[in-house]
């Protein structure tokens, strides 16, 4: 199987987890309840992909700039079945970019948010048997709903449309675009 995708995924998830977690561990002592920010990873993610559903794996993080604005970046790996395109053997496809976050509403522990996304979206398959890579933009308007169990830890349903724009090669923007759902556990510190 053809795991370029999914390796320069889950480094890219990985180096973005650590750095969020580290920085934000380093400034507790110094800022104590300053610094909010939120880590999650999507506990059930859907998509479809050409009419077909597919799951997500993948997660988002970030800063709050104040109360209601965040900052930071996602990335998703969603397997493909090579079934439903005929073209091509061993489909990969994944994402990763920022992300801009603003609260809507709060009323105690619920919480709602409108978020975009945009970024690289990389396509990996072999065609012909010749591995090709292929490059897009992506971009993921949402809306997302958060329950805080605590200040810490909070549940997010997001439901947005994935756009996939200038793909080049086998598939076309469309077969890639499409709806996103998520069900996502979070932690971190709220505002």
Known sequence: MNNSVTSFLKLGVIAFLLAIASTSHAQQDTLKKKTKYVVGFNLVGLTSIDANTSLVVGGKGGFYIGKKLFFGGRAAIIPLNER???????????????????????????????LAATGLAIIDYEQDAKKVRDRALFILPSAELEYFFSDNIAIGLE????????VQQAFSNTQLSGMEFALSLKFGRRP
């Open 84 to 114: 439903y395109f005929e073209e091509v053997e061993e489909p990969e496809f994944g994402y990763i970019g920022p992300m801009l976050g603003y609260h809507v509403w709060r009323k105690e522990r619920l919480q709602a948010s409108v």
């Open 159 to 166: 439901l947005g449309y994935r756009s996939v724009q200038r």
